[in-house]
């Protein structure tokens, strides 16, 4: 009976303090992680406060070097990840695919599917593709911001973008969703000196300083929502009837369900994690749970690297592309050092961490040191070769053009095709794609020399071929 009012009281306690604290939890749900300067980003920057608040709240983060890289390009895939931490949502395991492009062993595969409603796609008679290897542009982030606005099924005089010179440049299915955005002043348009009018620019790429910008001051909109949803989060209070059957764990907390029993190896090149399957009965997520110097990590206390809503999923291989939320570990997992691994099954407001296993995060392959570019003319047609690379981190090629730059590279010099294969070593330039970004224009013009170069890509790495120079034929 002394045990059993122990429980009691602590149960009442523990509800004291959730309802008195729990809107300054939800107040500080932004604002409580670590600051962090970056070495490439001034505090003069347009960008500065978005972008530290993005990183504090682990949203955009940096990169090991101490770098923001504000300009970079984002990627479809990377956009996918800004919005699923952005909104907070839930990461989805679906059983069948939704995009013929993102398998299920694709590194982004759970954030697209989580975030697709707020994405856009490709249809195409063999079904819909996702592009995650393409960039981002500014009508995909339109139709984002007002999905997570909820004003996608307002009326809107769509006359609103005569505003803007290259209305014509916005895709005619997305025109709805750029007008309301326009309309809600949550994306304005560019001046055009001399002229009335501005410029959208619908299909310029998204970078990531513009990312953190236009998602910031659209979470600052509803962030008061988000408040009353945290308060409405609190449940009626628990009765001496339903602490009967608790258990306690050794350092005091409660627990009604059986903890995860984790096992785990490294399998060609990579962690495997397994698990034992939750129970049924309130099961909401699991989450995959690291640490350097904690030998019994749990979540929310050391962050997470994943979570699971699929309670069928009971394992996991770890992507080196990825980083940690939170906790010891500071971005990606570095290969070579040692981590405690375990999983924490989340059932409501109840969370059961497993036992944990020790191991050494293996070091990624070998990456091809360079890429030989070959080329000639073939019956009126340049065709390129070259040398393969070798890594489990690549992205993809890129076909990069030049007139005036002797060793053009992307993003720098733009490009003309990408190829996500990394067996394609091969291709025909036959001017019938225009060219993106670069100095020259969109096409090649006949009898004029050029240079022609490869890069690789590696998520956040990326390896130059060297250039050789020919002259588009006639």
Same mark, same amino acid.
């Given at each position: 009976m002394l045990?059993?009012?122990t429980i009691i009281i602590l149960v009442a306690l523990i509800m004291i303090l959730t309802q008195s604290g729990f809107s300054v939890l939800a107040q500080n749900y932004y604002e409580d992680t670590a600051d962090t300067d970056f070495s490439d980003l001034p505090s003069s920057h347009w960008a500065y406060d978005a972008v530290k608040w993005m990183d504090r709240n682990e949203i955009i983060s940096g990169y090991p070097d101490n770098t923001f890289k504000p300009n970079k390009v984002v990627t479809r895939a990377e956009f996918a990840v800004i919005m699923v931490k952005a909104l907070n949502l839930p990461l989805k395991t679906s059983e069948e695919e939704t995009f013929i492009d993102m398998p299920k062993d694709n590194w982004a595969y759970s954030y697209v599917e989580s975030a697709k409603y707020y994405l856009t796609g490709?249809?195409?008679?063999?079904?819909?593709?996702?592009?995650?290897?393409? /960039?981002?542009?500014?009508?995909?982030?339109?139709?984002?911001l007002v999905k997570a606005m909820k004003y996608q099924d307002e009326e809107v005089d769509e006359s609103i973008l005569d505003n803007f010179s290259d209305k014509d440049s916005i895709s005619p299915e997305?025109?709805?969703?750029?007008?309301?955005?326009?309309?809600? +002043? *949550?994306?304005?348009? +560019?001046? *055009?000196?001399?002229s009335e009018l501005k410029a959208f620019r619908p299909q310029n790429y998204l970078t990531r300083?513009?990312?953190?910008?236009?998602?910031? +001051?659209?979470?600052?909109?509803?962030?008061?929502?988000?408040? *009353?949803?945290?308060?409405?989060?609190?449940?009626?209070?628990?009765?001496?009837?339903?602490?009967?059957?608790? /258990?306690?764990?050794?350092?005091g907390s409660i627990y009604n369900y059986n903890a995860p029993v984790v096992q785990g190896k490294?399998?060609?090149?990579?962690?495997?994690?397994n698990w034992t399957k939750a129970s049924e009965d309130g099961f909401t997520y699991y989450k995959v749970v690291a640490s350097q110097s904690n030998s019994s990590p749990r979540y929310p206390q050391d962050g997470y690297l994943y979570y699971i809503t699929d309670r069928s999923q009971t394992s996991v291989t770890l992507n080196s592309e990825d980083c940690y939320n939170g906790g010891d570990i500071g971005g990606k997992l570095v290969p070579g050092k040692s981590y405690y691994f375990s999983i924490t099954t989340v059932y409501g407001d109840e969370k059961v961490p497993g036992n944990a296993v020790l191991l050494k995060y293996p070091s990624a392959s070998n990456v091809s040191s360079s890429v030989k570019v070959t080329g000639k003319v073939v019956d009126g047609h340049i065709v390129l070769q070259w040398t393969p690379v070798t890594s489990s981190g690549f992205n993809y090629y890129k076909v990069v053009i030049s007139k005036d730059v002797s060793n053009p590279k992307y993003p720098e010099d733009g490009y003309l095709y990408y190829f996500t294969d990394v067996n394609k070593t091969s291709c025909v330039i036959d001017n019938s794609s225009a060219y993106n970004g670069g100095s020259f224009g969109e096409y090649l013009v006949p009898g004029q020399k050029y240079y022609?170069? @490869?890069?690789?890509?590696?998520?956040?790495?990326? @390896?130059?071929? +060297?250039? @050789?120079?020919?002259?588009?034929? /006639?």
């Open positions: 045990r059993k009012k490709f249809r195409t008679s063999k079904g819909d593709r996702f592009w995650p290897g393409r /960039e981002s542009v500014r009508e995909d982030m339109a139709v984002a997305l025109r709805k969703y750029v007008a309301i955005a326009v309309e809600h +002043n *949550i994306m304005k348009g +560019n001046p *055009i000196g001399g300083a513009e990312a953190a910008v236009l998602v910031y +001051n659209t979470l600052q909109m509803t962030l008061d929502e988000e408040k *009353i949803t945290y308060d409405e989060f609190i449940s009626t209070p628990v009765t001496e009837e339903a602490t009967e059957e608790l /258990e306690l764990d050794e350092d490294v399998v060609d090149g990579k962690v495997v994690l022609f170069s @490869i890069t690789a890509v590696f998520g956040d790495r990326k @390896i130059v071929g +060297n250039a @050789i120079q020919l002259t588009y034929p /006639e």
